[in-house]
DNA sequence: ACTTGACATCGTAGCAGTTCCTATGTAGTA
DNA sequence: TACTACATAGGAACTGCTACGATGTCAAGT
């Protein structure tokens, strides 16, 4: 293999886009990251170091990166949109006391492709993308005193 | 058992809360449709019928009904709530099309259940809640030339 | 290296969904 | 029937996201 550094360089191009100090940064931010950031935190994140930056930009940025399939979308309670550079199948936990977003880990990957074969085998539909979260408190919020209630919705 | 009328205002008093016409309205709405409507759809569907309806009012109701557990909110790419009075296991399939929610049929609470467990197992988490969506076109936004991509993310 | 055009960025204005505020109204209890 | 805590209506304010137009810049081709 070659240089390690770059390798943002690189997938832009692969993915048609222009390079752009902008784009680089913001593709490495996510590429180095687990926080799953929203637009508002990839701002705040780079803004000191590129003090010309718009937040703007990081939209239109999130965007085609994610239209070129290098970042996912994912969608939670909170209605804001947060981003995520792992585009392999994997579950999100997201913590109602503090808003933190995590990857659970473990190889749960062959239970999600199961449950998206048979969801597609069970509807009409042409599937494009799966998303399953998991929402409750961190080991964080949870040793807070937050109210132990029993499980809920599914 | 005993009437199936006034349904609605028993899990309104069970749930501690005070009957009103417009929760009435909303709960039964919410009870009787399949199409997880947004807190606008409620609104308009029942401005018609209830010309004194304030959207204000159906969001602190739809809010009421979900923190006592009746109701769950759901979360999807477009950052709009939608309700559901199902709280049982199931999945949802949303169409990048036209935007419509769908349950998916067939009976997938067995592998919901198991994804939970294996997830609760894996982390050190507090978990209340589980959401699975699945993103694509339905039947009717198939067939009106929709683009043939494959497959994506999960 | 220079030119040049298509593409990217920036700042701002606009928009839609949600929440906040407060005066008025009403359900449920005694 | 009277009372009080809770619910409603209306509108203002807030937030995250998108649209728009002027300016800037990447990179292909000379
Ligand atoms: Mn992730
Ligand atoms: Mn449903
Ligand atoms: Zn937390
Ligand atoms: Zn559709």
Redesign the interface.
Known sequence: MKRAAGAEHEILRSAGLRVTPQRVAILKLLRGTRAHPSPEMVYRELKPAYPGLSLNTVYQTLHALEKA?VL??I???????RFDAN?????H?V??GCGRV?D???D??P??????R??AA??????????????????GC?SEG?P??P????
């Open positions: 399939g996912r979308r969608s939670m309670e909170e209605n804001v949109y585009v392999a199948p994997h579950v936990l913590c109602r995590d659970c880990n473990g749960l990957e239970l999600l492709e199961h449950l998206g048979e969801v069970r509807c009409a539909w042409d599937i494009r993308a799966q998303d399953s979260c998991f929402y409750g408190y961190c080991p949870r937050k132990p209630k499980r809920e919705e599914v």
